[in-house]
């Protein structure tokens, strides 16, 4: 079975914090993504990485930066942590091609106070 | 950008009726899958119609697929109250590299 873990379920954080968000995934997927998830607007992709070390902007990247040293961890970092980006954050994998399904972690809760 | 739009928001049933979702979308794609989560979880993956099928069945689930319409629909058969869940439709663009493009959701809650 396909395992995606974060590092932490919830987590509290202040504003202008560093956050580091962890993924780590271990069915040796290419793919990696990083989506944050808000009441009414449904899930929206922040980055997403195909490669080690390559990384691509999705729709919403601004406030974030990310980074992918080996192929299993995708980590996702707030530089300076804002209310506005309180927010549930899902990680997922998938194989490299069309046609795969993406497994998803259990979220990581974080409030920016 | 939202490509998969569901309908309806929400949707309540008693236990054992059928549950109809759709999902519309506005470009042409490689496929489109339905997933489903449960309050404060990750998605789970229920199944994937790729753009040259029309329906495809999996246990109680069964989705439909109309490229012409840009419209699919996932049928849930004898709904159980585990049922009970939020369920998202996401389409794998063209072109879109393994990207997926979610919708907003739709909120099934199955009384038992």
């Known amino acids: 079975d396909v395992k995606v873990t974060q590092s932490s379920r919830y987590l509290v954080k202040r504003t202008g914090e560093k956050v580091f968000l962890e993924c780590v995934q271990d069915?040796?997927?290419?793919?990696m993504f990083w989506y944050r998830q808000d009441p009414g607007l449904g899930l929206r992709l922040i980055y997403f990485?195909?490669?080690?070390?390559?990384?691509e902007k999705g729709d919403i990247p601004e406030g974030y930066s990310v980074s992918r040293e080996k192929k299993e961890r995708f980590s996702l970092i707030l530089e300076s942590a804002s209310t506005n980006q309180t927010s549930m954050y899902l990680c997922?994998?998938?194989?490299?091609?069309?046609?795969?399904?993406?497994?998803f972690g259990p979220g990581t809760r974080l409030t920016v106070t | 950008s939202q490509q998969g739009e569901e309908d309806p928001q929400a949707l309540s049933i008693q236990e054992g009726e059928n549950a109809t979702m759709n999902c519309s979308y506005k470009t042409s794609i490689n496929n489109l899958q339905w997933y489903r989560q449960n309050s404060g979880r990750g998605l789970v993956h229920l199944i994937l119609?790729?753009?040259?099928?029309r329906e495809k069945h999996s246990g109680r689930l069964r989705v439909t697929l109309d490229t012409s319409k840009k419209s699919s629909s996932l049928l849930i058969t004898a709904s159980r109250a585990a049922d009970t869940a939020s369920y998202f439709c996401?389409?794998?663009?063209?072109?879109?590299?393994?990207?997926?493009?979610f919708g907003k959701g739709i909120t099934l809650s199955v009384r038992p």
């Open positions: 119609i790729r753009s040259n099928e």
């Open positions: 069915m040796d997927h290419e793919n």
């Open positions: 997922a994998s998938n194989a490299q091609g069309v046609q795969y399904e993406q497994y």
């Open positions: 996401a389409t794998d663009a063209t072109g879109a590299n393994s990207k997926l493009t």
């Open positions: 990485s195909y490669d080690v070390k390559m990384k």
